[in-house]
């Protein structure tokens, strides 16, 4: 049964009604294209589609540890991953992740930096140790500082700079005697972001009042200056590209989920966020866990002074900072991902986004290779351009209504390095075995506007569906989709026709009072009619009308079709009768010659009404009147009496109701009424609004 519909839709399809208006989708916005289905694909705010870094879990059979807290690659390639609960290191060896130390002593390792010669420099937390790491993985506490959080460490020639809390302190280390120097301190409780500029100084921000200070290169203390105080009440890093410094900056609250809260820095309304223990806190001992909310931002500071906000993360906050180039790479503890902003332009993009929220540290290169560390589970993932699963973005069902052909796809992309494939089906929902078999378009030639086009060979249907794959190394950026479609026509369907007022229920009702002064009538009745039109196609309508029982249509629209679903008759012109209208509508404005499809309807029998009811056999006795009003085709509604310049006052019929075309009447004048000539006026309506006035002169 299924196939015999499937091959009538077909046939429908096929013949000349089909013929219908060039329809087409188009898929440009972030919103148009956020319903579709993404695997490694990124949807970018400002619209379009772009290709992530594909990533490869990097595996191993050994435990891994909480999380994996901080990534450093050195000149020779040689990549080193710290990690938390137990304080370690490990590297990356033919893919594969591998133990190299544990520091037992120490929670978490919280930055890697080279030394000339292949070793290590390693800063943990919470003990104020900072080790020597040889290749091999052999190690010596380099040195312990009176500190408990050591956050940074940055290396010029031979002094080590390491930045500090919970009392926020910089400390300066000869690398021969491993003296510490407290060189500079603030008051504040943290510094975790430290960046060393070659004739300047060292340029640090601070928790939690985020501020940003340069401290130039000086013996004794130095004499810092304070560049910025931001609003937040984290400065996470920093870096540095030319005379600008950018700024990762969070505003965070967050709580401990162990038994000893830790404090809450300059707290705002709380979302949930993933879990991050990478954070600048109080207690010696790190918690099990805490729980983040907050927003994250990074800032451009000028060397005038002048400070630009070029991206925000409205739900999250950001764990680090790489310059390449002229573009600013931050990761993100919220979402698991990494954005790029061009410096020269602020324009931001989504360059990787990985299963575990919080990217906690990664290392990018050229924007086609890198490695990201995540702390939401710990995983370690190899980022390329060439290798990892593939970077496939998958379309929502598009509804075209009714079954359809399908024309062009147009692709509006920087390059056709990707493969597009098309299937199409009858079912709401996408069905491998219902649906067609997704097939490739091919062969697509380059129009004047920059798209290219495609030629879709998936079979007629409703529903059409698209997928995009990325080549191996594409980093094509797709900037709008257009997909064109001509439906099969359906004919409009006229569903009611109403001729006058309608009153819509069972009522009960009232019969309107005859205004004071009557309006004159003009005749005119309102042709009103409701059309199903399920396609959508622009309408139009012609309208005849005759008398029951004759055979002749009289045109009502003789000139030009109406396109709109009312018309006003002037009736007031025609003979007293029943009537018929018939209704004809058509979609031929929107289909070609010939193609055109109509709906006709016939309206139930009404009347046309234009004589006012008559008033017969008045008789006036003393004070009694009496008299008969009558119509020839509507009902009466109303009838009214005055005497002289009195107000119109109603009567009622003998019996009472108002029920019929012929009424009798009999009244008394009121017996206040003076003697001599009176002028006795007597009014009738009808249901059709035709109003009749009488006079008669008396004498009492």
Not at 47 to 55: C, V
Not at 204 to 225: D, H, N
Not at 477 to 482: A, S
Not at 534 to 548: H, I, Q, S, T
């Amino acid at each position: 049964m299924k196939k015999y519909l499937l091959f009538v839709m077909f046939a429908l399809l096929a013949a000349p009604a089909a013929a219908a208006p060039t329809k087409f989708w188009e898929l440009e916005n972030h919103n148009s294209f956020f319903g579709g289905k993404s695997q490694g694909a990124l949807i970018l705010s400002g619209g379009g589609l772009q290709p992530g870094l594909r990533a490869t879990k990097i595996e191993t059979k050994e435990k891994l540890p909480g999380l994996f807290s901080t990534v450093t690659q050195f000149k020779s390639g040689k990549i080193l991953v710290g990690g938390a609960d137990a304080a370690g290191l490990w590297t990356v060896e033919q893919e594969k992740l591998k133990p190299l130390c544990t520091f037992p002593d120490d929670v978490m390792v919280t930055r890697i930096v080279e030394l000339s010669g292949g070793d290590a420099l390693v800063a943990t937390l919470p003990r104020g140790n900072i080790y020597r790491v040889k290749p091999d993985g052999k190690f010596e506490l380099f040195v312990k500082l009176p500190v408990e959080h050591v956050w940074n460490l940055v290396v010029v020639g031979n002094t080590v700079y390491a930045g500090t809390g919970p009392k926020a302190a910089v400390y300066k280390v000869d690398m021969t005697t491993k003296k510490a120097t407290a060189w500079w301190s603030v008051d504040e409780k943290h510094i975790m972001a430290m960046q060393f500029v070659p004739k300047k100084g060292l340029i640090v921000g601070t928790s939690p009042e985020a501020r940003v200070y340069l401290l130039p290169e000086a013996t004794g203390a130095p004499a810092a200056r304070l560049l910025y105080d931001f609003s937040g009440n984290e400065i996470r890093d920093l870096v540095v590209h030319g005379d600008a410094v950018y700024v990762a900056v969070n505003q965070l609250q967050y709580r401990s989920t162990a038994s000893s809260p830790t404090t809450e820095l300059k707290p705002e309304g709380e979302t949930k966020v993933p879990k991050a223990p990478v954070t600048a806190m109080e207690r010696k001992n790190l918690p099990a866990h805490q729980v983040v909310s907050g927003t994250g931002s990074i800032y451009m500071l000028g060397a005038r002074g002048e400070m630009e906000k070029v991206l925000d993360i409205a739900r999250g906050y950001l764990t680090q900072l790489q310059l390449e180039g002229d573009v600013v790479y931050g990761s993100d503890g919220h979402s698991g991902r990494i954005y790029s902003v061009e410096t020269k332009t602020f324009s931001a993009a989504i360059v990787v986004e990985v299963e575990e929220r919080q990217v906690l540290g990664f290392l990018l290169k050229n924007e086609k290779e890198g490695f990201v560390v995540a702390g939401d589970g710990a995983a370690a993932y190899a980022l390329s351009r060439d290798r990892g699963k593939e970077v496939t973005y998958t379309s929502v069902a598009m509804d075209a209504g009714v079954p359809s052909f399908f024309g062009m796809f147009h692709l509006y992309a920087t390059d056709t390095a990707v493969k597009v494939e098309t299937r199409s089906g009858t079912t709401e929902e996408p069905d491998d075995k219902l649906w067609s078999p997704w097939k490739a378009i091919t062969g697509g030639t380059r129009g004047p506007d920059g798209g290219y086009g495609y030629r879709i060979g998936s079979e007629p249907a409703r529903f059409l569906q698209f997928r995009v794959t990325w080549n191996n190394g594409s980093a094509t950026r797709i900037e709008k989709v257009r997909v064109f479609y001509s439906p099969l026509n359906l004919a409009p369907k006229l569903a009611a026709i109403r001729v006058g007022g309608s009153r819509g229920g069972p009522g009960p009702y009232t019969d309107p009072v005859i205004p004071e002064n009557v309006p004159v009538r003009s005749g005119d009745l309102t042709i009103a009619w409701q059309v199903v039109n399920n396609d959508g196609d622009a309408l139009e309508y012609r309208l005849f009308v005759r008398k029951v029982g004759e055979k002749n249509w009289r045109p009502l629209t003789p000139r030009a079709p109406l396109t709109s679903a009312t018309f006003t008759w002037k009736a007031g012109a025609f003979a007293d009768g029943l009537y018929e209208v018939r209704v004809v509508a058509s979609d031929a404005p929107a289909n070609s010659p010939g193609s055109e499809l109509t709906s006709e309807m016939i309206s139930k029998p009404f009347l046309v009404d234009n004589t006012a009811p008559r008033i017969s056999q008045l008789l006036i006795k003393g004070l009694a009147v009496s008299f008969t009003a009558a119509d020839a085709a509507s009902r009466l509604i109303g009838v009214q009496v005055r005497v002289d310049d009195d107000s119109w006052k109603p009567v009622l019929p003998a019996d009472r109701i108002l029920d019929t075309l012929s009424e009798k009447f009999q009244l008394t004048l009121p017996a206040t009424l003076e003697k001599g000539v009176h002028l006795l006026q007597i009014r009738v309506a009808d249901e059709s609004g035709n109003v009749h006035v009488m006079s008669q002169e008396f004498t009492y």
